[in-house]
T-cell receptor, first 116, second 114 residues
Framework: GAVVSQHPSWVICKSGTSVKIECRSL??????MFWYRQFPKQSLMLMAT?????????EQGVEKDKFLINHASLTLSTLTVTSAHPEDSSFYIC????????????FGSGTRLTVV | AQKVTQAQTEISVVEKEDVTLDCVYE???????LFWYKQPPSGELVFLIR??????QNEISGRYSWNFQKSTSSFNFTITASQVVDSAVYFC???????????FGAGTRLTVKP
């Protein structure tokens, strides 16, 4: 149980375009999902907390207008990288908490974004 | 504020050697959870273990073992008789009971050579 599906697993886009990444909880409802970013050979850094039905909470230094998060249902959160630039190239990974577990964080398989 | 420190950036061992990955954490909360994840080259995070702050009992799972010591705020991970397939980046993470997010250490890149 507690499976999180993330799509796409990799994407290449041109500078200036937008890219949408989806994170779905397949067998549980997640009122909260998290988006992390990982640069090569670095740790995962929390970008934002996505709350179903309300605005996302962004970590300090993360541009909310650039990284749009939508959590319209209990099983889906999306991260849209708007007007992507090469410096946005990174590994993006989402996680969700299964409320049936005391502390249960399940991670998606990640999305490798390359902006050319 | 909570913080996780993995002082070992990279470790290289020869197959069949034992290796210990260190993790030191900081938090003012009395209820918290500690995790270890493995990240192979493919990128996904593989859950290895979760330990709550009230359970200091050490755990062994096959070749893996974990040593949790609250007195030193450490949660170290030992791989016995390492194998090439153990090569990956290993992350230690801290989760608070009243918060939702997790804080990760910088990770330790383990290379096991044949």
């Amino acid at each position: 149980g507690a499976v999180v599906s993330q799509h796409p697993s990799w994407v290449i886009c041109k500078s200036g375009t937008s890219v949408k990444i989806e994170c779905r909880s397949l067998d549980f409802q997640a009122t909260t999902m998290f988006w992390y970013r990982q640069f090569p050979k670095q740790s995962l850094m929390l970008m934002a907390t996505s709350n179903e039905g309300s605005k996302a909470t962004y970590e300090q230094g993360v541009e909310k207008d650039k990284f749009l998060i939508n959590h319209a249902s209990l099983t889906l959160s999306t991260l849209t990288v708007t007007s992507a630039h090469p410096e946005d190239s990174s590994f993006y990974i989402c996680s969700a908490r299964d409320p049936a577990r005391v502390v249960g964080y399940t991670f998606g398989s990640g999305t490798r974004l390359t902006v050319v | 504020a909570q913080k996780v420190t993995q002082a070992q950036t990279e470790i290289s061992v020869v197959e069949k050697e034992d290796v210990t990955l260190d993790c030191v954490y900081e938090t003012r909360d009395t209820t918290y959870y500690l995790f270890w994840y493995k990240q192979p080259p493919s990128g996904e995070l593989v859950f290895l273990i979760r330990r709550n702050s009230f359970d200091e009992q050490n755990e062994i799972s096959g070749r893996y073992s974990w040593n949790f010591q609250k007195s030193t705020s450490s949660f170290n991970f030992t791989i016995t008789a390492s194998q090439v397939v153990d090569s990956a980046v290993y992350f230690c993470a801290l989760g608070l009971y009243n918060n939702n997010d997790m804080r990760f250490g910088a990770g330790t890149r383990l290379t096991v050579k044949p």
